[in-house]
């Protein structure tokens, strides 16, 4: 199994603890982990666009180069209909519905993540929790659907590349 999948069974598997009364830890994790299921999930299916299989560490260090932050605003754009810089002159119009729906996850999850690992004040329902993690199976199950496409191919390198891309 892919880490991303194992990520999505812990998130589970998090939120489902304590049927009663879930602890806030347990959630909040949840959603951590439901997060970087998405971002793991991302990093491999562009890796696997940007680097060759040998030498066979090559493609876990280009994994290792990819920053939260500039695939949000890849992200952000895409989802948005309206990626820029580069990523804009590359991709077709429209985009994608299920594309926009998984950048636009990344993002939500992306802010989500922040509020659950630093928002001490903030509280969490599972109920929530089981939505977010349910967007991100979806969002799993779109990556897979839309693989080989142009716009999806020009998206996964973007995640990597829009900063360098915009100093152009």
Not at 28 to 52: D, G, K, M, N
Not at 135 to 141: G, N
């Amino acid at each position: 199994m892919a880490l991303h999948d194992d990520l999505i069974v812990q998130a589970k598997q998090l939120a489902n603890r304590a049927p009663r009364h879930p602890r806030q830890a347990s959630l909040r994790r949840a959603i951590s982990t439901a997060y970087y299921a998405l971002f793991h999930a991302l990093v491999a299916e562009a890796v696997l666009i940007l680097a060759p299989s040998t030498p066979s560490a090559l493609r876990a260090w280009v994994g290792r180069t990819f920053v939260h932050g500039d695939m949000k605003k890849v992200c952000k754009g895409v989802g948005a209909g309206n990626p820029a810089s580069v990523t804009g002159q590359l991709m077709s119009r429209p985009i994608d519905s299920r594309l926009a729906f998984v950048a636009k996850t990344f993002v939500d999850l992306q802010e989500e993540r922040h509020k659950a690992d630093y928002d001490t004040i903030a509280s969490f329902s599972r109920a929530d929790v089981m939505l977010k993690i349910t967007d991100v199976e979806q969002a799993l199950a779109s990556i897979q659907a839309i693989r080989g496409n142009p716009n999806t191919h020009v998206f996964l390198v973007a995640l990597l590349f829009h900063e360098i891309w915009t100093r152009r």
